[in-house]
């Protein structure tokens, strides 16, 4: 089955700097990876997701890159702000086959004013 | 549209007991997947339906179990309660088929405590 590894697990930083967070896969068949924010007490939610036919994806401060070759993705916030504040976690799927994403384990990100 | 509901958000159980959350998808969507988060794991999966039939299950053992209805509505059911089945249990939902078939919506979650 697929696994997927994510780091950091804590990543602190001063608003205004960008932040990355790294995830690798195993499953070269994964075509599809999302990214979930889930800030404290609160459900997951979608930000933005990434398919294999592309290798970048923008919207505003955040950014997705995908190198299926090295089977790595990554998240990258520009500009943090301290409501960027949360959890993060990276997931992979292969949209033909199995229905269900695997996720990582999740990055705290901390912004500090 | 609603989104994903479930119920109760809170729930405190004892161990041996049992306990069934419900979750409602958002509507049109035929997919629930449940999860398990506990601190440090991430989210786990445990199970997904389609069409009231499971379709997908993670490593849990047999107290943990599932069922979907015709309108989608999916229970989760975990008997004989264990200290360490404290946790965040999250569905979430998806259409199950077609173009957007993967983008799963969360609900807010039943956080449970097993005493």
């Known amino acids: 089955g697929e696994n997927v590894e994510q780091h950091p697990s804590t990543l602190s930083v001063q608003e205004g700097d960008s932040a990355v967070i790294k995830c690798t896969y195993s499953?070269?068949?994964?075509?599809?990876f999302p990214w979930y924010k889930q800030e404290l007490g609160k459900r997951p939610q979608l930000i933005i997701d990434?398919?294999?036919?592309?290798g970048e994806k923008k919207d505003q401060r955040i950014a997705v890159t995908l190198n299926k070759t090295a089977k790595h993705f990554s998240l990258h916030i520009t500009e943090t702000q301290p409501e960027d504040s949360a959890v993060y976690f990276c997931?992979?799927?292969?949209?033909?086959?199995?229905?269900?994403?695997?996720f990582g384990r999740g990055t705290s990100l901390i912004v500090h004013p | 549209k609603a989104g994903v509901t479930q119920t109760p958000r809170y729930l405190i159980k004892t161990r041996g007991q049992q306990v069934t959350l419900s979750c409602s998808p958002i509507?049109?969507?035929?997919?629930v997947s449940w999860y398990q988060q506990t601190p440090g794991q991430g989210l786990q999966f445990l199970f997904e339906?389609?069409?009231?039939?499971?379709?997908n299950k993670g490593n849990f053992p047999g107290r943990f179990s599932g069922r979907q209805f015709s309108n989608s509505r999916s229970e989760m059911n975990v008997s004989t309660l264990e200290l360490g089945d404290s946790a965040l249990y999250l569905c979430a939902s998806s259409l199950g088929t077609g173009e957007a078939k993967n983008i799963q919506y969360f609900g807010a979650g039943t956080r449970l405590s097993v005493l």
């Open positions: 990434i398919r294999s036919n592309v």
């Open positions: 339906y389609f069409s009231e039939t499971q379709r």
């Open positions: 509507s049109g969507h035929r997919s």
């Open positions: 499953d070269s068949a994964s075509n599809y």
């Open positions: 997931a992979a799927m292969d949209s033909g086959g199995s229905y269900i994403p695997t």
